[in-house]
Every structure is written in structure tokens, then in C-alpha cells.
């Protein structure tokens, strides 16, 4: 089904056949043997790099190699012509029946079409959005959830088993700030004049409901208490609130996690204290120590101390500088928590980890990797994905911030105004470390510059042209089993096989954006295919006798039905891998 891969098979076997050998007689590494679509499309249909590759090893020249490949493939039934081209790269075409052959079989796949085992079974965790549950979620994290969801979907259908996880911090001083700031809403919600939010506190009216609960349930009575008892009271009302809030976010966002793991029971879980057992088990390998740190270049942080203090090698494992675990009052950094986190997700079968974090986090990543390599003994691996952050724009112009949450625009405003699949899909149509200017008015019109409604109109196009086959052709059979009978070799025109050719890159291309975690890949693919589907629909329009649907050849109907079948099937599929809708129709 994956083209490439078949012939990078054959073209493996072929160079086995010919006996290659490298200098010193050893057997030779073909893992670099690949096959690709060459750079130029006229060029041929494939071009392999087998001779460029294997002449260091082998002791040969690039190009005697390739002549003796070219001649090694010549009898393969599916290979129309090999050319030898440049230094030593091989580029073949393959026969037209070929890509007849390789449509039925996509059809024949339905929706599985482009489905991998590349990811063998292999557990994954992937860790995205895990905002502080302060306040609703805002755009900011609206990029980071499309972009760690949309890379759970592809790991799944890419033959992963995925488990998406939310890492609920509801530890440390931020959440102390929310319970005073619950505080504060709960003595207004008693009726006293509190005036305006004081300074450093969270100042969304989105705290007036938890104040106003609290007031219910306790009346008065937490007035008389000092800080120490009703704080914990109040934190844990906000907390449970705010993830009720967030999780109401993602749901409009269709975002669902497998998992919500809480920062806090790292220390309070019946297992114990498994901050300190992490510490303890990077003692146990010799690498945690007593010392000093330098003092870091330039203006000192407030919280630097020159003192004795608990530290982490992570310099043996790439990082810059040895971490501190351990601050001066005896509670652990947050780098102990994430280190005892991570190292939980390891415990749990977690051997592969992905993390989605914000672009102010870029300077944390090479620690972790390190921590999470020190801690697993080299056995595990972090892969960390850093969000760009999302600028809002209304035909050119700035959006204000929102009124309720103080002072950012919140995801639900976004996903109210414009909708979800246009947010889904726009916050992936750039690399995610790349800024993304979002513009309202840019998202919502109805052209080929927006890129989603390009490509769900290719998708209602296509449902469409079936419709009109039911009208116009009513005792014509144009289920997928009837369409594999169809002759595809009728598909000669150079549009139609171009549009052959696209779908056919779909496999190695989901391949592709799993392994790199890059479902970027999969909107650009999405426009392309939409596009080459919208340039044969033009087509048709100047030369008749292409039009999808002919009342006097209903064989040549039957395989043109079949081929943009094929193309509604991966549309729906990509679009539902990056968390968007196929719609039938445009309205």
C-alpha cells in the first residue's frame, strides 16, 4: 500500500541479487536504501539513493553501481524505464497499469488507507495543554492542545498506543495565589466592600461563581480563620473548578485526555513521597551530589542562593549546568517535581514520552532530556515540541483582550467566533514553532486563500458529483465494491494521474508526520491533494470529455467515481487526524 516502501523492498532484494559486497567482505548496511519522489516530477515517478549510498562501502563509483542496479530492475513487471541521473541516483517510472492497481487497492482500504505499524504496538505518552488551573484556557493554550492532539491521533493511526495526558499543577505558589484570589471573591460574594482585585491577584470574574459557592457552603465562617486553615479550603474549591472549566474548554475544542495527573499527588499518594524516591533513585546511580553553583552570567535571579545544596549531575547527560533539587526551606524545586513526574510516566510503561510546551519553556528542555535519561538509566526518551506563541488579528487589526478573563482572550471566545474546525485546522497550518498570526476575518471567508474551507470544499465537492451520479445515472451502482470494477486504465489523462500519484504519497506521509510529530505535514498534504482535486475539477469545465460524470461512457464515470472516492476518503481521514470535520456540504 505504501509504494515506497514496496520498492524500496524490491530495490533492496534487487541489490541482494546482485551480490554486493562491502571492501572488506562484510555484509552491507542497506538501512540507508531509500526510495522517494525525485525532486523533479518529470524526472520519473520514483528515485532511489541505493549507489550514492552504498559506493563508499562497496569501493565503487556512484554510477557503475546504479548501471548495474538499472539492469538488476529491468525485469520487474511494474517498471516501465530506470534512468541513471547526476552523480549516481536512479529514478524509475513505473507502468500506468501500476498506478491502476495501486488506486483499486486504496480503494479497496476505505478508510484505513495510509493506517501504519510503524509505531509496533509501542506505548507512548503524550503530555499536552497542562495549564495552570488558574483561569479558562487561552489562546496560547489553544495552539498547544490542537498541536498535542493532533499528534496523538497521528501516533495512533500510525500504529502507536497512545496515551494523552494532562499534567494538572496544582502544587506551588501559583495555586496559592488562585485560593487568595477565591478568597477575595468569597468575602465580596459575603457582601462586603472588598474593592478592586488587589495587585497579584487573579482578576477574571470567572472566580465569582467559586466565591460565591464558598459563601453557600461556609457562610461566614472562614472569616474567622487564619490563612493557614482557610487557604487550603479555598485553593481546593478554585482547583476543582478551574479543571471543570478547562475541561468544558477543550471539550468545544473536541479535546479529550485519557488522563488528568495531579502535581500534588506526587507527594500525598498512598505510594508515598515519589519525589523523594525519584531523588533517591538518581542517588542510587551516583548522581546527585552536595555543592555549589556557579553564580549565572549576568543580572542574578531573586531566588539564586550561594549555598550548600542538593544537585543533580544533568551535565553528564548534555546540559549546561547541574540542577538544584532541593530549595533552602526543604521543599523541592519544580525540576524535582518534573524529574519524579516524568520518571511516574516511565514507571507506567512509558518508555517513549512526548511533551507539548509553551516557546518560554525552550530554556527547560535539554534538562529535562537529561533528567529523563539520567533517570530511566538511557532507557526512556523525552521529545519535546515548543508552541510559538498565537497573535490575534480582525482584518489586520489586533483583537482586544476578553472582559471576563481580565486580561487574555480566552479559546471558548475563539472557537464561538469562528468555529472549530477552523481553529483546528489554522492552528496547524504552520510548523508549531513557527509564530501563527490568526486573523478572524481570514479563517471565515469562503476562498483559496483559507486554506480549511479549500480543503472541506474539495470534500463537499466530491459528495456532491455523487449526488448529481444518483440523478443523473440512478440505476448506476457507485458503492466502492461496484468502483473496483471500474477500468482505471481509462484514467490517462496527465491531471488524473498526477491526482493518483498525490494520493499515493499519503502513506509515507503519515509515516512521516508520526515520526517526527510534525502534523503540519499532514494540513500542507491536505491543501495540496485539494488543490491537484480542484485543478482536474477545472478541467473538466474546458475539456468535456473529463468530466467526472458522462451519461455515454459510464466506464470511464465509474473510474473517475472511483478515483475521487479515494480522495474523499483521505480528506475526511487527514482532516479527522487533525481534529477537523468533513462536511458533506458547504453552506
Not at 524505464?81 to 524509475?92: D, I, K
Not at 459557592?213 to 486553615?229: H, K, T, Y
Not at 456532491?464 to 484514467?491: G, H, I, M, W, Y
Request: aromatic share 8%; with cysteine.
Amino acid at each position: 500500500m505504501n509504494v515506497f516502501a514496496e520498492f524500496t523492498a524490491r530495490v533492496r532484494a534487487a541489490i541482494d541479487r546482485l551480490g554486493w559486497a562491502a571492501a572488506d567482505g562484510t555484509a552491507l548496511d542497506l538501512s540507508r536504501v531509500t526510495v522517494e519522489p525525485p525532486r523533479d516530477a518529470a524526472h520519473g515517478d520514483l528515485a532511489t539513493n541505493a549507489a550514492m549510498v552504498l559506493a563508499k562501502a562497496v569501493g565503487r563509483q556512484p554510477r557503475q553501481l546504479a548501471i548495474e542496479l538499472m539492469g538488476a530492475l529491468a525485469a520487474d513487471a511494474d517498471i516501465a524505464e530506470t534512468e541513471v541521473a547526476g552523480p549516481g541516483f536512479l529514478n524509475l517510472r513505473l507502468k500506468p497499469e501500476f498506478w491502476g492497481k495501486l488506486l483499486g487497492a486504496m480503494l479497496a482500504a476505505g478508510g484505513d488507507f495510509g493506517r501504519s505499524t510503524l509505531g509496533a504496538g509501542i506505548k507512548i505518552n503524550v503530555e499536552y495543554v497542562s495549564a495552570n488551573p488558574t483561569g479558562p484556557m487561552h489562546v496560547g493554550h489553544c495552539r498547544g492542545a490542537v498541536v498535542g492532539d493532533a499528534i496523538a491521533s497521528l501516533l495512533a493511526f500510525a500504529g502507536w498506543d497512545v496515551t494523552k495526558e494532562y499534567y494538572i499543577n496544582d502544587a506551588g505558589a501559583q495555586v496559592d495565589v488562585l485560593g487568595r484570589s477565591a478568597f477575595h471573591r468569597y468575602r465580596e460574594a459575603l457582601g462586603h466592600d472588598v474593592g478592586a482585585v488587589p495587585e497579584g491577584l487573579y482578576p477574571g470574574d470567572y472566580l465569582c461563581p467559586v466565591g460565591t459557592a464558598l459563601a453557600a457552603e461556609w457562610g461566614d465562617r472562614l472569616l474567622a480563620l487564619p490563612e493557614a486553615e482557610w487557604l487550603p479550603v479555598t485553593r481546593k474549591a478554585a482547583v476543582d473548578a478551574m479543571m471543570v472549566m478547562i475541561r468544558g474548554d477543550l471539550e468545544v475544542l473536541n479535546v479529550r485526555h485519557d488522563v488528568f495527573f495531579s502535581e500534588k499527588s506526587l507527594q500525598t499518594s498512598p505510594e508515598g513521597d515519589r519525589v523523594r524516591a525519584a531523588i533517591d533513585a538518581l542517588k542510587a546511580r551516583g548522581l546527585i551530589y552536595e555543592g555549589r553553583l556557579a553564580p549565572p552570567k549576568g543580572q542574578l535571579p531573586d531566588d539564586w542562593e550561594d549555598r550548600e545544596q542538593t544537585l543533580f549531575r544533568s551535565t553528564d547527560f548534555g546540559d549546561d549546568v547541574d540542577r538544584a533539587l532541593i530549595k533552602s526551606d526543604g521543599s523541592y524545586t519544580y525540576f524535582a517535581s518534573d524529574i519524579a513526574y516524568h520518571y511516574d510516566k516511565y514507571l507506567r510503561g512509558f518508555a517513549q514520552q512526548v511533551d507539548i510546551w509553551g516557546a518560554d519553556h525552550g530554556g527547560y528542555v535539554k534538562r529535562m532530556q537529561a533528567a529523563v535519561k539520567a533517570i530511566t538509566g538511557g532507557a526512556g526518551s523525552l521529545e519535546v515540541k515548543l508552541c510559538q506563541l498565537v497573535k490575534l488579528y480582525r482584518a489586520g487589526e489586533p483583537v482586544k483582550m476578553s472582559k471576563r478573563s481580565g486580561d487574555f482572550v480566552t479559546l471558548r471566545d475563539v472557537v464561538e467566533e469562528v468555529g472549530r474546525d477552523s481553529v483546528r485546522f489554522m492552528m496547524l497550518y504552520r510548523k508549531n514553532d513557527a509564530p501563527l498570526d490568526f486573523d478572524f476575518a481570514k479563517v471565515t471567508e469562503q476562498s483559496k486563500d483559507n486554506a480549511v474551507f479549500y480543503v472541506q470544499y474539495a470534500h463537499a465537492r466530491i459528495k456532491s458529483v455523487f449526488n448529481q451520479a444518483k440523478e443523473q445515472l440512478p440505476d448506476l451502482d457507485t458503492a466502492p465494491v461496484a468502483l473496483l470494477a471500474a477500468p482505471f486504465e481509462r484514467l490517462a489523462d496527465v491531471a488524473e494521474m498526477s491526482l493518483i500519484k498525490r494520493l499515493a504519497e499519503w502513506p509515507r506521509l503519515v509515516e512521516s508526520a508520526a515520526a517526527t510529530q510534525e502534523p503540519h505535514r499532514v494540513a500542507f498534504y491536505l491543501n495540496d491533494l485539494a488543490g491537484d482535486f480542484h485543478g482536474l475539477w477545472n478541467r473538466g469545465k474546458d475539456l468535456p470529455q473529463l468530466r467526472f460524470i458522462n451519461a455515454d461512457d459510464r466506464l470511464s464515470t465509474m473510474a473517475r467515481l472511483a478515483l475521487i472516492h479515494v480522495v474523499a476518503n483521505v480528506l475526511a481521514t487527514g482532516l479527522g487526524l487533525l481534529g477537523a470535520s468533513a462536511p458533506n456540504e458547504m453552506r
